[in-house]
Nanobody
Framework: QVQLVESGGGSVQAGGSLRLSCAVS????????ASWYRQTPGRQRDFLAMITPGGNTKYDDSVKGRFTISRDNAKSTLYLQMNNLKLEDAGIYYCKMGVTFWGQGTQVTVSP
């Protein structure tokens, strides 16, 4: 059974940094695209970044240049390094494996 567990969320001032992690159990990590999404009240989950098993990446324009997605296939862990955080980056961050599997989310709060 595949399980995804996010960690690393918290409160930070605008301009600060956080690093999110997503630990994946099961045997699918090394062969699946992995992604990060963000959800804010009243909105569906918005795509932020994705990374292929080989390390190719794609970012939404809103985070390009500030966020970096990476993966450690040996540790079955996905990361999201978030720098220069803005107020609008606040929300619940979810990792996704393939097209089916989601984590439970981790809260990010950004204060002025």
């Amino acid at each position: 059974q595949v399980q995804l567990v996010e960690s690393g969320g918290g409160s930070v001032q605008a301009g600060g940094s956080l690093r999110l992690s997503c630990a994946v159990s099961g045997n699918l990590f090394g062969i699946n695209v992995a992604s990060w999404y963000r959800q804010t009240p009243g909105r569906q989950r918005d795509f932020l970044a994705m990374i292929t098993p080989g390390g190719n990446t794609k970012y939404d324009d809103s985070v390009k240049g500030r966020f970096t997605i990476s993966r450690d296939n040996a540790k079955s862990t996905l990361y999201l390094q978030m720098n220069n955080l803005k107020l609008e980056d606040a929300g619940i961050y979810y990792c996704k494996m393939g097209v089916t599997f989601w984590g439970q989310g981790t809260q990010v709060t950004v204060s002025p």
